[in-house]
Nanobody, 121 residues
Framework: VQLQASGGGSVQAGDSLRLSCAAS????????MGWFRQAPGKEREFVSR????????YHADSVKGRFTISTDNAKNTVYLQMNSLKPEDTAVYYC???????????????WGQGTQVTVSS
């Protein structure tokens, strides 16, 4: 599975962004898809995940109510809609695919290249 993330950018606090992750090689309905982020000097952390079928989602407490993960199976794409962005959301965001429903980095086998999100106050 090859993953290509896009949609990052520089925004002001309170703005919105939508990240996209296009999958190729295998249909991601066979996988759990996740979004992770890594800020400078910090470990990569879980943000959101969704089952390949789109039926089950889970978000980290830090983004719950602000971020929404979704899929478009026809396009083999997973999205992360990010609203009410905060400076602490600044990080490189990665999409990932794995066979196990998990919030752990180690559970995800395939990773995209990352897209930078910068939120200024």
């Amino acid at each position: 599975v090859q993953l290509q993330a896009s949609g990052g950018g520089s925004v002001q606090a309170g703005d919105s962004l939508r990240l996209s992750c296009a999958a190729s090689g295998r249909t991601f309905s066979d996988y759990y898809m996740g979004w992770f982020r890594q800020a400078p000097g910090k470990e990569r952390e879980f943000v959101s995940r969704i089952s390949g079928s789109g039926g089950s989602t889970y978000h980290a407490d830090s983004v719950k109510g602000r971020f929404t993960i979704s899929t478009d199976n026809a396009k083999n794409t997973v999205y992360l809609q990010m609203n009410s962005l905060k400076p602490e959301d600044t990080a490189v965001y990665y999409c990932a695919a794995g066979r196990v429903r998990s919030i752990l980095v180690a559970a995800y086998v395939y990773w995209g290249q990352g897209t930078q999100v910068t939120v200024s106050s």
